[in-house]
């Protein structure tokens, strides 16, 4: 009988850990977790987990940007052993739903660890090969979403932080203080589980967030987030909401408007807020919002036309986003009280 298995690698997790040496003589008891409530997740796990067996990941949704790669998977709720390779670039991996136990293995050594809800694994091209497999309950929904980063990016990110120019080197494993890293995957999940899937400029505001949080806190060579001092100069931001009012009707690029700044994306991100109290994605949809209204008022545009006039081109899509931020579909926007409320504004 095959002793290994080897998935695809886009597939699954890969996960990488310190390992202890157990005797192979004997199971391995799980780890006593101080959190009793995680404790008794073990006890469950351990109890209610049927045989292993041959299983496959599904791919829910799936994104493909400039810089990055995301893909929602809902994975079986048992995996028999399989036999990972180094991945070909850095890889995120936030568990969404569900609780697992892992069982890993490498170079003979194995360590059982609780997998719940919110943990957040970085895979490297650096780390060894390793076995993986999982037990929860047969009923346990697992989704998690694999995130996969350009290391061009990283090395740019890298470069502007101040750091040599030799390959960047990232600490594989488990990211156990990384809440941001955990909010990023679970908002871009619900964007690509949403209709209109994930918007363009906001999956690149992502990709450079992600890069500045591997290589300042997840890199060989950690080192404090500079501190969000100041704002943008008020000329350069000026000229900024001018191009953005001038494009409503376009792609607006994330590297358009740094570039403008004289800034990285990931500093310009962050001065902005500072300077308007939106990242440049909400500020974008808000501009697009008022110039939406402005048409249904005073034009009495169709709602496709509408929609193509402020960037969108699904009048579904656009609708959604109206009535999130707006309170109303746009075809109830031109009754009077919206009008008066429009006139007054």
């Given at each position: 009988?095959?002793?290994?298995?080897?998935?695809?690698?886009?597939?699954?997790?890969?996960?990488?850990?310190?390992?202890?040496?157990?005797?192979?003589?004997?199971?391995?008891?799980?780890?006593?977790?101080?959190?009793?409530?995680?404790?008794?997740?073990?006890?469950?796990?351990?109890?209610?987990?049927?045989?292993?067996?041959?299983?496959?990941?599904?791919?829910?949704?799936?994104?493909?940007?400039?810089?990055?790669?995301?893909?929602?998977?809902?994975?079986?709720?048992?995996?028999?052993?399989?036999?990972?390779?180094?991945?070909?670039?850095?890889?995120?991996?936030?568990?969404?739903t569900g609780a697992t136990q892992l069982t890993l293995t490498r170079a003979g050594q194995r360590r059982r660890y609780p997998s719940l809800p919110g943990s957040v694994y970085l895979n490297t091209p650096q780390q060894q090969p390793y076995e993986l497999a999982w037990?929860?309950?047969?009923?346990?929904?697992?989704?998690?979403?694999?995130?996969?980063?350009?290391?061009?990016?990283?090395?740019?990110?890298?470069?502007?932080?101040?750091?040599?120019?030799?390959?960047?080197?990232?600490?594989?494993?488990?990211?156990?203080?990384?809440?941001?890293?955990?909010?990023?995957?679970?908002?871009?999940?619900?964007?690509?589980?949403?209709?209109?899937?994930?918007?363009?400029?906001y999956g690149q505001t992502v990709a450079h967030m992600l890069a500045a949080q591997l290589v300042y806190q997840h890199s060989a060579q950690p080192r404090p987030l500079p501190p969000s001092r100041g704002t943008l100069a008020p000329e350069r931001l000026r000229q900024i909401q001018e191009y953005v009012q001038s494009a409503l009707a376009d792609s607006i690029e994330l590297t358009q408007l740094a570039a403008m700044a004289c800034l990285s994306p990931y500093h310009f991100c962050r001065l902005f807020k500072q300077s308007t109290g939106l990242s440049p994605h909400q500020y974008v949809v808000a501009q697009r919002m008022q110039r939406a209204q402005h048409l249904l008022l005073h034009r009495r545009l169709p709602i496709a036309q509408v929609a193509q006039a402020v960037g969108y081109r699904h009048a579904g899509h656009f609708a959604r986003l109206f009535q999130r931020h707006c309170g109303v579909l746009p075809t109830a926007w031109g009754k009077p009280v919206h009008a008066a409320e429009g006139q007054r504004k």
């Open positions: 009988m095959q002793a290994w298995r080897i998935f695809s690698r886009s597939l699954l997790p890969a996960l990488s850990f310190s390992l202890v040496a157990p005797s192979s003589a004997s199971p391995i008891p799980p780890p006593v977790h101080p959190d009793p409530e995680v404790a008794r997740t073990l006890l469950s796990l351990e109890s209610a987990a049927p045989p292993l067996q041959r299983v496959s990941t599904q791919l829910l949704a799936h994104y493909q940007g400039a810089h990055l790669t995301a893909q929602l998977h809902r994975k079986p709720a048992t995996l028999e052993p399989v036999l990972l390779q180094p991945v070909a670039q850095p890889q995120l991996i936030v568990q969404l037990r929860a309950p047969a009923a346990t929904t697992i989704q998690t979403i694999q995130l996969d980063l350009d290391p061009a990016l990283l090395q740019q990110t890298a470069a502007a932080a101040g750091l040599p120019a030799a390959p960047l080197e990232l600490q594989a494993g488990p990211c156990s203080e990384a809440p941001l890293l955990r909010q990023l995957g679970y908002s871009l999940a619900a964007m690509l589980q949403a209709p209109e899937g994930v918007a363009p400029l």
